[in-house]
């Protein structure tokens, strides 16, 4: 939206120092951090009627969490009410809203908003966004869209002549019952594993089309006892620790995914897992991955293989050559008639949402500037879009523990930039191109020889050039230590007039 659109409007466009677009656990812990460093001027935009993201949107039969509930919610919020070992969709939907709700940020808060562009005013020296609520603008941006939210259905010829109903498990049609009904699953990754047990007990027949195997290890998920429970609500230092003993459980694997031979452990009990639930020998060779324990996402689950080997359920490896009125025609030429075909594809994850819509400082957008290959800062700003962050940027995402853990490190950086730019009376601050390249190359270094980079299997870590995109490859511990302050060297800052502070 350029500067003259703007003014066509009446009405003062509405203005904030920040505005947080998203509010999954990325856009509240920004908004919770910036809020402890004494900014009250923000608002959180989301598309949605309600806040959540990943967790509202998510409401498939079975969906959960795979990290331990007690590390996956955010430090400064434990709950001692969490019911299961693994929290389900449904509590994790709760407890955002209870966030929300109990650390004032509501007030911040406009739903129904959806951003359809964000656009760098050069003159005015802020950012002008075009909303669903009529135009806004802001000193700084925080996208917290996430990499998980725009769900990603594979372009597989005849769909739209499919007669039966389809849909992807991110955006599940509860409306359909699958009682008695013939159903066809394409995929079979993190959601997956997850909806396949959880509705095969109703279906008539089903039928999975697998890709590629994945490595599969026990939840072992079981309730949280009403004792502990108490504890925690009388105790609050025992949840405390517990989180801690998970944390540092889970964070010395980072170890084993960067030393790929230290894999054998964990891939022998993923076999022993496979053995035990698996007693077809032929279906077991289907679901023996060929490529290194962690390479891709480890999946977690006490039932989706067992559900696999039951007489009513049929894997299939072939690819799918085309869909049809009734149904499916594999590569093989076999024909499965069908009712109902779920994609549990997953989701678009080459490009954060909005950055094609985001135009920086030259006109351009990010996702031009970016090309095949993202790079940020931190995974967090970029070069060229000044005052503007990403939550759960490039190499933000993590294959070991709970990504909450670098999202607070991100906002931690995010505040202190925020706070720089206001302390020194800057318009504008963004990472220099240098300081950008030297932690893409940090990345690199540190991903080298890795399970995700050398682990044999093409992954949604990885861009078509095989470069790592997605993954933090060390520990969170040095990523932490890496957003604990912020460094002015490795910006560049203006003043109002434009100048550039050195």
Not at 11 to 31: L, S
Not at 94 to 121: K, N
Not at 191 to 206: D, G, L
Request: proline share 6%.
């Amino acid at each position: 939206m350029s500067s003259n659109t703007a003014r066509e409007h009446d009405a003062p466009i509405p203005h904030n120092h920040v505005a947080i677009v998203g509010t999954g656990f990325g856009g509240i812990a920004a908004a919770m951090r910036l809020r402890q460093a004494g900014f009250a001027d923000f608002v959180l935009l989301e598309r949605a009627g309600e806040v959540g993201g990943v967790w509202r949107d998510n409401d498939y039969p079975g969906a959960a969490v795979d990290v331990q509930s007690n590390l996956y919610s955010f430090s400064f919020a434990p709950n001692p009410h969490w019911r299961n070992t693994f929290a389900q969709q449904p509590e994790l939907f709760a407890y955002l809203r209870d966030v929300v709700d109990s650390q004032g940020l509501r007030a911040h808060l406009l739903l129904d908003c959806a951003v359809a562009r964000l656009e760098w005013d050069r003159a005015e020296q802020r950012w002008r966004l075009e909303t669903a609520q009529g135009p806004r603008t802001a000193d700084h941006v925080v996208l917290a869209t996430g990499a998980l939210a725009d769900p990603l259905v594979p372009a597989i010829e005849g769909l739209d002549r499919f007669e039966g109903v389809s849909f992807h498990s991110a955006r599940w049609n509860h409306e359909v019952d699958l009682t008695g009904k013939r159903v066809a699953v394409i995929g079979t990754g993190p959601s997956a594993v997850q909806f396949v047990p959880a509705i095969a007990p109703r279906v008539a027949q089903m039928t999975v089309f697998q890709r590629t195997p994945a490595w599969v290890i026990p939840r072992h998920d079981r309730p949280t006892s009403a004792l502990s429970r108490l504890l925690y609500r009388r105790l609050p230092a025992i949840q405390r620790l517990e989180r801690l003993r998970l944390y540092l459980r889970r964070e010395w694997q980072v170890v084993a995914f960067r030393n790929p031979a230290l894999m054998a452990l964990p891939e022998r009990d993923a076999r022993r897992h496979l053995a035990a639930q698996v007693s077809d020998p032929a279906l077991r060779a289907k679901l023996l991955p060929e490529f290194r324990f962690g390479c891709k996402r480890v999946l977690i689950s006490d039932e989706y293989l067992r559900a696999l080997d039951r007489p009513d359920v049929a894997l299939e490896t072939a690819g799918i050559r085309e869909i049809t009125a009734t149904g499916l025609i594999d590569d093989a030429g076999t024909e499965h008639e069908v009712d109902v075909i779920i994609f549990g594809t997953g989701f678009r994850t080459s490009r954060l949402p909005l950055t094609d819509r985001t135009y920086g400082r030259d006109g351009r957008t990010m996702a031009e500037v970016w090309g095949t290959s993202p790079t940020a800062y931190l995974g967090t700003s970029v070069a060229g879009f000044p005052n503007m962050y990403l939550m759960h940027g490039p190499n933000i995402g993590l294959g070991h523990t709970s990504v909450i853990h670098m999202f607070e490190s991100q906002a931690n950086y995010i505040a202190a930039a925020v706070g720089y730019a206001a302390e020194h009376g800057l318009a504008a601050v963004e990472p220099s191109a240098h300081a950008q390249q030297a932690f893409a190359d940090d990345v690199e270094r540190l991903g080298a020889g890795t399970v995700w980079t050398s682990g044999g299997c093409t992954s949604w870590y990885l861009n078509e050039g095989g470069r790592n995109t997605n993954i933090w490859p060390g520990s969170t511990l040095d990523f932490r230590r890496r957003t604990l302050r912020f460094d002015p060297t490795r910006h560049v800052m203006r003043r109002r007039d434009a100048a550039v502070v050195s």
